[in-house]
C-alpha cells in the first residue's frame, strides 16, 4: 500500500491516511476483501505510532469502507457501487466549490463563471 506522511502538514496523520486509503479504495487500486497492513506494520512502514495507524483504521471502519476481523486483519469491505459513486461526487462537488469561490474572490461574476463552466463543458463534449 502506498501512502505519503506529509509530517508539516496541517492535516493530522491519522486524517492523511483516512483520506489516501479512502481515495485508494474508491479509485480500485485497492479492491474488496484485499487484507490491509496490520496497525503494527503500517505505523513500523511509516515511523508512526501504531495508534495513529489504529485511529485511521477506525474511522475507515465506521465509514463502512474496511472491515477489521479479530485476530485476522482489516479487509477492504465489499463495497456499494453507490457509496463509491457519492464519495467521488462529493470531491467533484468540493473542487468546484473551491473553484467557484476562487473565482468570485478574483472578481468574477456568477454569470461570468457559469458561461466559463459551459464552454470548458463544451470543450470536453
Known amino acids: 500500500m502506498n501512502i505519503i506522511i506529509n509530517h508539516t502538514s496541517m ?8 483520506r489516501q486509503i479512502r ?10 476483501n484485499e487484507l490491509l497492513p496490520s496497525v ?19 474511522l ?3 465509514e463502512g469502507l474496511i472491515v477489521t476481523v479479530h485476530g485476522k ?10 457509496l463509491i459513486m457519492e464519495e467521488r461526487q462529493k ?7 473551491k473553484a ?5 474572490s478574483a472578481g468574477l461574476t456568477c454569470k ?8 470548458i463543458i463544451s470543450d470536453l463534449e
Open 73 to 82: 486483519g482489516s479487509f477492504v469491505a465489499e463495497t456499494n457501487r453507490n
Open 40 to 58: 503494527r506494520a503500517l505505523s513500523r512502514e511509516l515511523k508512526i505510532s501504531a495508534l495513529t495507524v489504529k485511529k485511521a483504521y477506525d
Open 23 to 32: 481515495g485508494q479504495i474508491i479509485e480500485g487500486s485497492l479492491k474488496e
Open 112 to 119: 461570468e463563471i457559469r458561461e466559463m463552466f459551459t464552454c
Open 60 to 62: 475507515l471502519d465506521e
Open 91 to 97: 470531491e467533484v462537488e468540493a473542487d468546484l466549490e
Open 11 to 18: 492535516e493530522p496523520i491519522y486524517e492523511q491516511i483516512v
Open 100 to 104: 467557484i469561490r476562487r473565482g468570485i
